[in-house]
């Protein structure tokens, strides 16, 4: 059974730096994009960053040059470095991969259980 965990949420003030991790585990045969999510208070679950397998990267516009999200295929990890963080970056921050993994012969996405990450101004 595969499982996404993460960490290093927390509360930061205005201005500030939180790195965010999220480690794959379980029986994976292959991972292909893996990315960050958000969700606000009253708001739906948007895309911050994702990056694929070969290292391309794509962002959200509100985090452009803020955030950087990076991967390290051999622990099968995903990385989220937010820097210059805002009131408006406050929310619970999902970690979503494409994996393929028995008994599946093709990707299917799976989700962490969310960490919070609250800016304060």
């Known amino acids: 059974q595969v499982q996404l965990g993460e960490s290093g949420g927390g509360l930061v003030q205005a201005g500030g730096s939180l790195r965010l991790s999220c480690a794959a585990s379980?029986?994976?045969?292959?991972?292909?994009?893996m990315g960050w999510y958000r969700q606000a208070p009253g708001k739906e679950r948007e895309l911050v960053a994702e990056i694929t397998s070969s290292g391309s990267t794509s962002y959200a516009d509100s985090v452009k040059g803020r955030f950087t999200v990076s991967r390290d295929n051999a622990k099968s990890t995903v990385y989220l470095q937010m820097n210059s963080l805002r009131p408006e970056d406050t929310g619970v921050y999902y970690c979503?991969?494409?994996?393929?993994?028995?008994?599946?012969?093709?990707?299917?996405?799976?989700w962490g259980q969310g960490t919070q990450v609250t800016v304060s101004s």
């Open positions: 379980g029986s994976i045969g292959s991972i292909n994009t």
């Open positions: 979503n991969a494409w994996i393929r993994a028995p008994p599946f012969t093709v990707p299917r996405p799976y």
